[in-house]
């Protein structure tokens, strides 16, 4: 006799504040996850990036080098470096251990918005408001890009980097794929100024963010619209958007003080999560778990699908 097999559980939604972590570094202007999801970055405004551990909140590590606002950070696969990139023009490489600076590289013409490592660690793609996407060689000790990628007509605001492909976003309106093995470019044209890009996790999606205060899911070969998602506000603000991890939802943040989260397939609002009373600046979704971190102002803060559990409870059970 065969049992029916269990109706698969809805997927939960990080809906319980855990932690709030005041960050004291000015405004969070971004924050990000490391590859694992046991620390997160924080980008300061008073030029200073920060490590932090997720399960405690407590700080690990603060990095000072830049000369203005760090706009992003990324982590390496084995946690041993990071990179940053800062309104003063730089993209900094540093030591994750000593904190040290391994590299200071300069060659955009304006601040940087965006950074990421590529896989393996070894190159460093840097996103500016000159319009231009720089590869750096992360081992060499040359100065120069290994390749600049000028076709953006505005200021690139978002990129992402996976396997051989990297994916921008720019004020022109247009998300940019380029296949690097290949070297072959695909572009899809979106009326409004594209804020964040990202990839579905499967890699067949792309997701873009815009000042229309619109959320397109595209098909990444055909670049047919998969869906669109509305209903935060984000008219001035460059502010981020995600799939969770799961590729089960579509998150992004608000102008508001929310965070909205949408059903990837039906497109309908899962969950409207109430940060704050001013702008929610970034988001960054765990890699494996359902774990959300937020930005506001000066703080960050940790979110969980179930609330933590607390000394007494422990102790209770």
Known sequence: M??????PQ???????????????QGAVRAVRFNTDGNYLLSCGSDKTLKLWSVSRGTLLKTYSGHGYEVLDADSSYDNSQICSCSSDKTVIL??????????????????????????????????????????????????????????ARDSVSSLKVAQHELLTGSVDGRVRRYDLRMGQL?????????TCVCFSQDGQCTLS????????????????????YTGHKMKGYKLDCCLSSKDTHVLSCSEDGH????????????LKLPVGKAVVQSLSFHPTE???LTAME???????????????DAMAT
């Open 298 to 312: 000066g703080r960050v803060q940790v979110w969980g699908a179930e609330p933590e559990e607390t000394e007494d």
């Open 94 to 151: 540093w030591d994750v251990a000593t904190g040290q600076v391994t590299r200071k590289l300069r060659g955009h013409a304006g601040k940087v918005n965006c950074v990421q490592f590529n896989e393996e660690a070894t190159v460093i793609l840097s996103g500016s408001i000159d319009g231009t996407v720089r590869c750096w060689d992360t081992r060499s000790k040359r100065y120069e890009p290994i390749q600049v990628l000028d076709e």
């Open 209 to 228: 963010s815009s000042l229309d205060s619109t959320v397109r899911l595209l098909d990444k070969s055909t670049g047919e619209m998969l869906g669109e």
């Open 10 to 24: 809805a997927p939960q939604l990080p809906q319980h504040l855990l932690r709030t972590i005041d960050c004291r």
């Open 290 to 292: 359902t774990c959300l």
């Open 259 to 270: 965070v909205y989260c949408w059903d990837l397939v039906e497109g309908s609002l899962s």
């Open 2 to 7: 065969a049992f029916p097999l269990p109706r």
């Open 186 to 194: 695909h572009v899809d044209f979106i009326s409004s100024p594209i």
